[in-house]
C-alpha cells in the first residue's frame, strides 16, 4: 500500500505541533521509534503463556504498516533536509511551511499515448 499525500500532510503537522523541541528532533525521534518497531519484521496479533504461542499477523483494513511508515518519515526528513538547504528558510515554521507547500497530493492522472508511433518494423517509437 503507498500511504497517501494527504497522510502524510496530517502526519507532519502532528509532529510539528508535538512537543518543544526543534522539528529535526522530532522526526528523527519518531524515526528512531518506528523502525525500532520493525526490525524484527512482523506484528505480533496475540501470543500466550506457558505454552509459548505467538501469532503474528500484518496490519489491514488499509492501514499503513510499520516499514511504510517508516519509509514516511525518512522521505519526511529527506524533505527537511532538502528545504533546511535552501536560503532564506531560517525557522521551523518556515521550513514547515515549505514542507507543506511541497507535498502536494494527486487528484488525478491520465494515460497519454499522443507521441507514440509505430516503426515500420513494428517496434514502437517516440517522436520528438
Do not use: C, W
Not at 10 to 24: K, M
Not at 103 to 122: D, I, N, Q, Y
Amino acid at each position: 500500500m503507498d500511504v497517501s499525500t494527504n497522510y502524510k500532510r496530517s502526519y507532519l503537522r502532528r509532529l510539528y505541533r508535538a512537543g518543544s523541541h526543534t522539528f529535526l528532533d522530532k522526526l528523527e525521534s519518531e524515526q528512531d521509534a518506528i523502525v525500532k518497531l520493525t526490525e524484527r519484521g512482523q506484528t505480533i496479533a496475540s501470543s500466550a503463556s506457558k505454552g509459548h504461542a505467538v501469532a503474528f499477523s500484518i496490519p489491514g483494513n488499509g492501514a499503513a504498516t510499520q516499514g511504510e511508515m517508516a519509509e514516511v518519515i525518512e522521505e519526511l526528513i529527506t524533505l527537511y533536509e532538502l528545504v533546511d538547504a535552501i536560503s532564506g528558510v531560517d525557522t521551523d515554521a518556515e521550513r514547515f511551511a515549505e514542507m507543506m507547500e511541497r507535498l502536494k497530493p494527486v487528484r488525478s492522472f491520465r494515460k497519454s499515448f499522443t507521441t507514440l508511433r509505430m516503426s515500420a518494423g513494428g517496434n514502437p517509437s517516440v517522436s520528438q
